[in-house]
């Protein structure tokens, strides 16, 4: 006897979606996972969101790419790629100079919170500087891309 198999319906739905639905879409997985599993398991090694695991949380895989900083949990559009990555080396940069100073690598005489690249850089604590400004919030040190979030 032979048997045929039937053939799955392989129309996967290529959905539009927006930040704010990513951004729901990471705190509903993270919310459905066990207890040592949180949102930074979503996150590729480029700094991508593998967005094929938000798939029943988005109604399938969309084609857009989203970036996610491990240190900040903050999520990205394509257009912004690079901030998470900036932002993952000198959080890790300003938190190992805090540990061994106890000071903020804070530029002088700044009306914002910036990040002091060069003296991070000069004490070997950062090899690659980014190209845009940095700032250290109150909430628990982390940093911001934002200069807005002071105002």
């Given amino acids: 006897m032979i048997f045929k198999r039937a053939k799955k319906n392989t129309s996967s739905t290529t959905p539009t979606v927006t930040l704010p639905q990513i951004k729901q879409a990471v705190r509903q ?14 996150i590729l090694e480029d700094k991508s969101i593998d967005l094929s695991r938000l798939k ?40 190992n100079y805090i540990q061994d100073t106890g000071k903020l690598p804070l530029v002088e005489d700044a009306w914002l919170p910036e990040v002091h690249y060069r003296l991070l850089a000069s004490e070997r ?27």
């Fill in 56 to 95: 029943r949380y988005l109604g399938g895989v969309p084609t857009e790419k989203f970036y996610m900083s491990r240190e900040t949990f903050e999520i990205f559009e394509e257009a912004d790629k690079l901030v998470p990555y900036y932002l993952d080396i000198v959080q890790s940069a300003v938190d």
């Fill in 125 to 151: 604590y950062l090899k690659e500087m980014p190209p845009f400004p940095l700032y250290i919030t109150e909430e628990e040190m982390m940093l911001t891309h934002r200069a807005e979030h002071f105002e």
């Fill in 29 to 42: 997985f993270e919310e459905d996972m066990p207890a040592p599993i949180n949102r930074t398991a979503l």
